[in-house]
């Protein structure tokens, strides 16, 4: 089953952006969320309602465990102002927004809002070390 996953997670990155991204409805719980970004190895779940739009990310952070109830929902715990960039941004703008707002994930979006990609800093890490 693990490689399963492993290839799972290899087949949602495409390009250095995550085109099918986890994710979790904001009535999931922590408990829930945690146990995702455990099996997948991720830090953080977007959290979208039923059309995929986007809500939030929900991120685990040491805040995150300090106000940790894995009842508590996930719609509670989103990193807020969100910070989002359009499907197509290039990767000088993207990483422009993830160090400006020092955050490590940004959600991809179309003109209404529905969740398409993500970018993470690990990303541009990975293509760093291995460009080709």
């Known amino acids: 089953e693990d490689q399963v996953d492993l290839v799972d997670l290899v087949k949602r990155s495409e ?7 986890i994710t ?17 190895r991720i830090s953080g779940v977007p959290v ?7 809500l939030g990310i929900g991120v685990m952070t040491s805040r995150t465990w300090r106000a ?3 009842s508590k929902a996930m719609s ?14 290039s990767g000088v703008d993207a990483m422009e927004l993830l160090r400006r707002h020092k955050i490590e994930k940004l959600p991809l979006v179309d003109a ?3 969740l398409k ?3 993470t800093v ?3 890490k990975k293509a760093e070390q291995y460009p080709n």
């Open 117 to 119: 990609g993500l970018i």
């Open 76 to 89: 509670r715990l989103v990193t807020m102002p969100l910070v989002t960039g359009r499907v197509g941004i």
């Open 48 to 54: 979208v309602d039923p059309s995929g739009k986007l």
């Open 24 to 40: 979790v409805s904001p009535d999931a719980t922590l408990g829930e969320a945690d146990a995702l970004c455990a099996k997948f």
């Open 122 to 124: 690990k990303d541009f």
């Open 112 to 114: 209404a809002g529905i």
């Open 15 to 21: 390009s250095g952006m995550v085109t099918d991204p």
């Open 68 to 70: 940790r109830s894995d």
